[in-house]
């Protein structure tokens, strides 16, 4: 699981090869220490100002490219899995395990024709993608599986086999029940799966954090303090997720146990509670 826990800067005036100068920063990371993080942020400065001496263009990290840089809150240890909690950059906490399989799926909304089909007693959108998650579960190499709604979509929780999430089986189960391409991309990536346990602040008529981890000075901390506690007020009385059905004969595997009963304490995913 690619969760680094160290994070650093490392600035620099560059220059290019017409002569032009700029800011530039670039970051570095590293699990093992903070001083690692800040030799990886240099050496990355090092390859970056060479490359725009060059002519080339800086380099860019979209969604999914490179290590998410989220602070990681809490260890979940079991006997044969490994997960931690983190925090995102729009504050919600995010479930990250190494091999227990959630898979995200989203549901656009259906326009003209077929949103009038769906008004006139035909089968409505969300019965057509539960409908094909369920078929899609339904060929899978595992045999027990959790279904969640969220506030835009699904969630799929797998209980009787862990999965690697760089493997091309599991690649085809997330695509087979729909699962966000992006999502896909990004669990490949870090090599691990994400579920959201807390609310997106903006459901909950909250704002987003006022500043971005790693927060090393006493003022970010402060203000990021006084975001927290006015979040985890806002989030009260909502859920993340709402458990539908349990689908299939398998058994949980003791792997799995610890991690769907954070899951479902955390998104609050058995309470009758609006989505957020």
């Given at each position: 699981?690619?969760?680094?826990r ?13 002569g ?43 969604y ?33 395990s ?5 898979i ?26 539960l ?23 699904f969630r799929v ?64 901390l ?30 949980v ?5 610890s ?18």
């Amino acid at each position: 699981m690619d969760i680094p826990r160290f994070w650093a800067q490392a600035r620099s005036a560059a220059r290019t090869r017409a002569g032009g100068s700029f800011p530039l920063l670039v970051w570095g990371w590293s699990s093992k220490s903070a001083d690692d993080a800040r030799d990886s942020a240099q050496s990355r400065l090092r390859r970056v100002e060479a490359r725009l001496e060059a002519g080339e263009t800086p380099e860019s990290y979209p969604y999914g490219v490179r290590p998410i840089r989220e602070e990681v809150t809490q260890d979940l240890e079991s006997t044969d899995s490994r997960a931690v909690i983190t925090r995102n950059t729009y504050g919600a906490l995010i479930l990250n395990s190494a091999q227990t399989m959630f898979i995200d799926v989203d549901m656009p909304e259906k326009r003209g024709i077929a949103r009038l089909g769906a008004i006139f007693g035909r089968r409505s959108r969300e019965d057509e993608v539960l409908n094909h998650i369920r078929a899609g579960l339904g060929a899978a190499p595992a045999r027990k599986f959790r279904i969640y709604r969220t506030a835009g979509g699904f969630r799929v929780l797998a209980l009787d086999r862990e999965f690697d999430p760089t493997a091309s089986d599991t690649e085809a189960l997330m695509k087979a029940v729909g699962g966000d391409p992006q999502y896909i991309q990004l669990c490949k990536v870090q090599k691990s799966f994400r579920a959201r346990l807390t609310p997106k602040p903006w459901r909950c008529g909250c704002s987003t954090p006022p500043s971005a981890f790693p927060r090393e000075d006493t003022e970010a901390l402060s203000t990021f303090a006084a975001w927290l506690q006015g979040y985890e007020a806002a989030c009260a009385g909502k859920a993340t997720c709402r458990f539908i059905e349990e689908i299939g004969t398998g058994e949980v595997v003791s792997a799995v146990r610890s991690i769907l009963e954070c899951h479902d304490r955390l998104t609050r995913a058995l309470e009758p509670l609006p989505l957020a």
